[in-house]
């Protein structure tokens, strides 16, 4: 039996895109839903495509399931790139594009060394995906063995029930999971991921 996948509500992610205000609102909401990440300042929101970042769009290449949009900002002052990837087919097959791509990124990344942060976000949308947490992080380590600060992997699992309304960024996915037959719960508009701010 084939995997069922959560749908992008398109209109709520048109208007995140859309809107410089929500776009920062969204990538506040991902960093600092966990402590490891928590930042006191974001400015400069602009949202592009994948392509929009040369090292991104490089990473991607080869790797069909990997499509996504990428928020250019300032983070504590220091520019930094927020890549927001989503599952557009099963985990299983996804996983084999989201490890490889991860790491040609994270390669790149420090290749480069050019002082941008990045932040890569993956929006797992598999309702057969059980997870322990609904938003988890993780590192790489760099050349010397140390986990490198400069670039983390949030990892977010859509789960219903969760029950943590309280959380902003699970508002923003709640907002932006399209509701379907088997789920009449889910919040279906952007002004609803508002509600908490």
Request: proline letters at 1%; hydrophobic letters at 40%.
């Amino acid at each position: 039996m084939a995997s069922k996948l959560y749908k992008l509500n398109l209109d709520v992610l048109g208007k995140l895109i859309e809107s410089e205000a929500a776009s920062q609102n969204f990538v506040e909401s991902v960093i600092n839903d966990l402590p490891e990440s928590k930042a006191n300042t974001f400015s400069d929101v602009q949202v592009g495509d994948l392509a929009s970042s040369r090292i991104a769009a490089g990473a991607a290449e080869g790797y069909d399931n990997i499509n996504g949009v990428v928020f250019n900002c300032r983070i504590e002052g220091k520019p930094a790139e927020v890549i927001l990837i989503n599952e557009g087919v099963s985990y299983l097959s996804f996983w084999h594009d989201m490890s490889f791509f991860s790491y040609k990124l994270f390669r790149q990344h420090a290749q480069v060394n050019d002082g941008i942060r990045r932040y890569l976000i993956f929006v797992i949308t598999d309702m057969d995906v059980k997870a322990n947490k609904f938003h988890s992080i993780s590192y790489f380590n760099d050349k010397n063995g140390f986990k490198s600060d400069s670039f983390q992997i949030h990892y977010i699992v859509i789960d219903k029930q969760t029950g943590n309304e309280d959380s902003m960024l699970e508002n923003w996915i709640r907002a932006l999971v399209a509701e379907d037959e088997t789920d009449a719960g889910n919040v279906s508009s952007i002004s609803e991921a508002y509600r908490v701010a």
